[in-house]
């Protein structure tokens, strides 16, 4: 047999995504794990070392990613938000502004975000470095939600002179207020409500 009549040898399969998807999958844990932690917390310190055990991953992975415990802290919370609730473009600001509080309200009154939430308000109040990690999350979610009600604003749905930012402290005024005293329920009707007197 000469060398043209040699049969092919099987080419490799290329995996390029392996990699990628394992350090998803570990970036997952990692998440995963620091919300569990901060939600079963209870006063003890979240840590880089127990996230990392508590993710089945070193230390090192973690700080290749992030640069602190807080910053992991917050992307875990964040990533949790985003995934929880949408950000709908309809093209009706009534309907997008019932979507984005509804599912603000189930999302954050479920396991593992409500536990965890209620700890970092709590701790907040003694930690000055959760305190700004709580300022940057609730900053990101308010922004979230101003942007919703901007593009309402653009479609001619509000008033061009409407304080924007006084009617995200409503949403979140009422949100804060139920769901750190819990003396009324933070459900779809509630939500409804609350969104279709803004608009109104």
């Given at each position: 047999?000469?060398?043209h009549?040699a049969?092919?040898?099987?080419?490799?399969?290329a995996?390029?995504?392996?990699?990628r998807?394992?350090?998803?999958?570990?970036?997952?844990?990692?998440?995963?794990?620091?919300?569990?932690?901060l939600?079963?917390?209870?006063?003890?310190?979240?840590?880089?070392?127990t996230?990392?055990?508590?993710?089945?991953?070193?230390?090192?992975?973690l700080y290749?990613w992030?640069p602190?415990?807080?910053a992991?802290l917050?992307?875990?919370?964040?990533?949790?938000?985003e995934q929880?609730?949408?950000?709908?473009?309809?093209?009706s600001?009534?309907?997008?502004?019932?979507a984005?509080v509804?599912?603000t309200?189930?999302?954050?009154?479920?396991?593992?975000?409500?536990?965890?939430?209620?700890?970092?308000?709590?701790?907040?109040?003694?930690?000055?470095h959760?305190?700004?990690l709580?300022?940057?999350?609730?900053?990101?979610?308010?922004?979230a939600l101003?942007?919703?009600?901007?593009?309402?604003r653009?479609?001619?749905?509000?008033p061009?002179?409407?304080d924007?930012?006084?009617?995200?402290?409503q949403?979140?005024?009422v949100?804060?207020?139920?769901?750190l005293?819990?003396?009324a329920?933070?459900d779809?009707?509630t939500?409804?409500?609350?969104?279709?007197?803004?608009?109104?």
């Open positions: 047999m000469s060398e009549d049969p092919a040898k099987p080419a490799k399969s995996r390029p995504h392996t990699g998807r394992r350090n998803e999958a570990a970036r997952r844990a990692i998440l995963d794990a620091a919300l569990r932690l939600a079963d917390a209870d006063g003890a310190p979240v840590t880089v070392e996230i990392a055990r508590e993710a089945g991953v070193g230390k090192q992975t290749r992030w602190s415990k807080g992991v917050l992307d875990a919370l964040t990533d949790r938000a929880d609730v949408p950000a709908p473009d309809t093209g600001l009534r309907d997008d502004l019932r984005v509804a599912a309200f189930e999302g954050a009154s479920a396991p593992p975000t409500a536990p965890a939430l209620r700890t970092l308000a709590r701790e907040a109040a003694r930690d000055p959760l305190a700004d709580m300022r940057e999350f609730t900053g990101a979610r308010r922004a101003r942007e919703v009600l901007e593009r309402g653009e479609r001619g749905e509000l061009k002179g409407r924007l930012d006084l009617m995200v402290d949403v979140y005024g949100f804060w207020y139920r769901f005293l819990g003396h329920p933070l779809e009707r939500a409804t409500d609350l969104a279709d007197s803004l608009v109104r």
